[in-house]
Every structure is written in C-alpha cells, then in structure tokens.
C-alpha cells in the first residue's frame, strides 16, 4: 500500500456503444445494444439507456430484445474501437511510462513513474484532466479511481461511474469498503458470494470481521487468506506495463457437486461462450483448447485439444470444449469446471469476430428475412432508433455465387445482405450506416461523426451506387487514425 493516492484505474463508460453513440448522431441519448445479432448472440456492452431496461453484457441478444424492442442492435465495429483505445491509450502514456492495459476500454497507470511528486491534491487534478483530455479527444467518457493500490483504485472507478472520479485517500480505505457488497472484490463471484451470504457474510465488513481463520475454514487457504487482505484493503500488486498473456480462462465451483450429464455439458458451454468473451476483450486469439474437470474426491483432471490455427469463434470454442467432456468420467459427482485458451495470438479482433458473425449470418438467414419489414424509396424518417437487421455479414454485402443449377448454368447471384450498424458509402447522399434490412431492401441513415441526425433512405440491396465503406474517425480523431 502506498502513502499517497498513485495508481489510477482508467474504464471507458459503456465503452462499444458509446463510440456507436458518438459517432452515430441520431443514438445520442438512445438504447444502444452492440453484439452478435443471430440467433446465438450475446451483448457485447449495452449503453446506460439500455441498462435501463434490464439489458447486461453476456446477455443473450433475444433476450436483450424483449426487455428493450425499440433499442438499436448493432454489430461491433472492432477497426474504429481499436483506433479510439489507442487515441485514449497514448493520453495515459503521456502521465506514465507505466500503463498497464486490461482491455481496450480499461488500464491501470502508475502515476509515480512519470517522474513527479503526487499528493491527494496533484493526483485528483491529474485524474480530471486525463477525463477533460479523452472528452476532447473523442468526444467519451471515462470514469477514474484513484488510489494506493490497484485493487483500491479499480474499486473506486467503479464507484465513479459514469463519467465520474472517485479519490480513495489512504487511510480511509476500511471505512470505505465496510459497507459494500462482497461481489466489489476482485474474484468474488456468485459462487464465492453465494457461499459467503449463506454463512451470513454479505459486506466487506463483515469479511473483515470473519477473520483470517474462518475465511480459510470456508473457502480454502489460498483464497481465504486473499480475501481477508482484500477485505481490509490490502493490495501490493505493481503496475506492469507489458502483460504478455500465456492464457485466457474461466471457472466456476459448485455449492453441490453436479451428476446429471446434461447439466455438466449446459455448464461447459457456457464456461466455452464466457472465456471467448474474455479472450477477445484481451485482443486475441487461441490454437489451443483445455478444459479443467475437479471431480467429487477432489481429483483435478485436465483434457486439451489442439486446432489447426487460432479462433476466437465461440462455436468452435464450444465444439471443442464439448468433445473433450466425452473423453472424462464425471461418474460420482463434479465440484469445478474450467475453460481455457492457450497459445494465444494477437489478431485483429474484428477479422476473427467477423468468423463468428458470418456463421451466426448462415444460421439466421431464412427467420430473419421473414420478419424484417421494408420502407419504400424516400419513405419518411422513422420515429424510433429500431434497427433490426436481416441476415449479414459484418462489413458489408455477401456476393458468393449460387450453386450451379441442374442445367449447368449458375444460378440467380444471392441477395447481397448488410448488417445493421456497418458503414457504407453511397455515390450520391455520401457516408452512412445501415439502420435495417430484409425482403430485398436495406435502410440506410446518412450521417457521420458531429453531423446532425441525418435522413433515412430506402433502396435495392443490389443497388450498385451503395458499397460498404470504413468506419469515420471520430470528432477530435485524426482521421490518420482510423484504420
């Protein structure tokens, strides 16, 4: 622990859809849902607006639907998220030397490594001009904690949100975290905090108060000794500027050990759809599949399955994940499951999320077409930001061939397909996004960064005066920026 407040967690507030807001006029103060809009879709990040109404990350997208019908569903744009991170990234690297990224929207900074002196006084000013320099910059909000260690830090961001700063100064920090709920600590998750409420331990005061020895008794020596040193706000981790991930992976223990087959195979594929998720919001990618089975007598068994090249397809995570449960007894019971990814890579996250969306597109492509609904050329604006979208590949329009025919001549050329949210430019009305498409029509509103809402056009999905285009660089981006 340190004597002054030096560590400052930086997390973008609803990071995905707020870009999508920022650099789509006319969602600014509107239910903004971001994710993969098939079938099998998960939200990737909800705005406030959304949160509203129920709407979370991980999140199934149908369900997302029915809390929220009139929200606007887009697909990630992984290009124009990469480029903001880095405008943001590069505004912490000038406080430090020492910044260590999370995720694109997330990052630890060491406020003493850039050389200056820092009290409570000269940390909170430096917190309130990174906020006003991202704010210029792209137009976001980030929330900031400040603090003596990173635990303490990255609890007070989130205390801050949104577009909030929160200063813990040292000395302070049990009477802080005393009334707070267990779930605030690093690594307590409904497992653990299900566990701890059950022994009548619902705050970090009451953690405090249970004291080293029990905590041990209840959860184990490693984890109980972890959390009482959380629970009195203990935390010696440094800063570190280079994380070179060896492996992504998720687990949960289990209050009752599980027999039923089917539970166990519904409890690995969502283990499988977890650790996707966070293997892409690290930037990578994967060759090698593992999966962690901690049977009833407390024997640990770990099976692994090697793919040809990286994925971070969640279908080919779960396919994976599944074959290798066949290959373990889970006879007499099962207290723990694991998934991870190994031999990580660092690819391009939108080229690999466009693997899985384009499999999600095949999938959906007759239910949805038969429900989406079409306006006419030049039809009026419509009053809400709904954009369900047909079946589409992200970035723009499939062109593949049909299969030859039983004469031997090629068949009709499929319809070309867009997906709700990707950019296109039209040789006449210039840059816009696709709002909506469906029964051989896509809808396109026409606005860019710091524009005005713009208007609502209707045409052919062949119409060959429309093309799909790169993301805009936002307000206050260079557009040398955006990739």
Same mark, same amino acid.
């Given at each position: ?31 903004? $849902? ?11 990040? %909800? ?8 709407? #979370? ?46 995720? !694109? ?41 400040? +603090? ?9 961001? &989130? ?9 813990? &100064? ?30 009548? $331990? ?13 905590? =041990? ?5 490693? #984890? ?9 706000? !203990? ?5 570190? %500027? ?16 599980? #027999? ?35 049977? *009833? ?61 384009? +499999? &999600? ?62 950019? =296109?430019?039209?040789?006449? *009305? ?8 469906? =029964? ?44």
């Amino acid at each position: 622990m340190r004597a002054a407040p030096t560590i400052l967690h930086l997390d973008m507030d609803a990071f995905y859809a707020s870009v999508e807001q920022a650099s789509k006029p006319s969602l600014r103060g509107k239910a903004v $849902i971001v994710g993969g809009l098939g079938p099998r879709g998960v939200v990737a990040t %909800a705005s406030y607006e959304a949160r509203r109404f129920g709407v #979370h990350s991980a999140m199934p997208m149908a369900q997302a639907r029915r809390l929220c019908p009139n929200g606007a569903y887009l697909i990630p744009r992984f290009r124009l998220y990469q480029a903001v991170s880095e405008v943001v990234m590069g505004l912490l690297r000038e406080l430090s030397p020492l910044v260590e990224p999370l995720s !694109l929207d997330e990052a630890f900074v060491d406020l003493e490594a850039g050389g200056t002196a820092f009290d409570s006084k000269s940390a909170r000013e430096t917190g309130e001009r990174l906020r006003a320099d991202i704010r210029a910059a792209t137009g976001l909000s980030g929330s900031v904690g400040l +603090a003596g260690s990173k635990m303490l830090a990255k609890v007070a961001s &989130e205390e801050a949100k949104p577009a909030g700063l929160l200063l813990i &100064e040292p000395g302070t920090e049990r009477e802080l975290l005393a009334p707070m709920s267990v779930r605030t600590l690093p690594g307590v998750g409904p497992v653990t905090g299900e566990h701890l409420r059950r022994a009548g $331990i619902t705050t970090v005061g009451e953690l405090a108060e249970a004291g080293e020895d029990e905590l =041990v008794r209840m959860v184990g020596r490693s #984890h109980g000794v972890g959390l009482y040193r959380m629970a009195l706000g !203990l935390d010696d981790r440094p800063v570190v %500027a280079e994380r070179d991930a060896k492996s992504v992976s998720v687990e949960d223990t289990f209050d009752v050990d599980l #027999h039923d087959r089917v539970r166990i195979r519904t409890e690995v594929q969502r283990l499988a759809d977890r650790c996707v998720q966070r293997l892409r919001g690290s930037g990578h990618s994967g060759r090698t599949i593992v999966l962690k089975v901690r049977r *009833y007598d407390f024997s640990t068994l770990t099976r692994s399955e090697t793919l040809r090249g990286p994925t971070d397809d969640p279908a080919v995570v779960r396919e994976a994940a599944a074959r290798l449960l066949e290959g373990v007894d889970t006879t007499g019971g099962v207290r723990l499951l694991g998934v991870g990814v190994t031999g990580l890579a660092d690819y391009t996250q939108e080229d690999l999320f466009a693997q899985s969306m384009a +499999a &999600e597109a095949e999938a959906a492509a007759g239910a949805a077409a038969e429900g989406a609904a079409a306006e006419p050329h030049g039809a009026p604006e419509p009053t809400g930001p709904g954009v369900a979208a047909g079946p589409a590949v992200p970035g723009g329009p499939a062109e593949a061939a049909e299969p030859a025919g039983s004469t031997g001549e090629p068949g009709p050329a499929p319809e070309r397909r867009w997906a709700a949210g990707s950019d =296109v430019l039209h040789a006449v *009305y210039g840059p816009g996004w696709v709002q909506g498409s469906g =029964v051989g029509r896509v809808t396109v509103r026409f606005e860019q960064p710091g524009s005005a809402p713009g208007r609502v056009r209707t045409f052919r999905v062949e119409d060959p005066e429309l093309e799909p285009s790169d993301p805009l660089p936002l307000v206050g981006q260079d557009a040398a920026d955006t990739p």
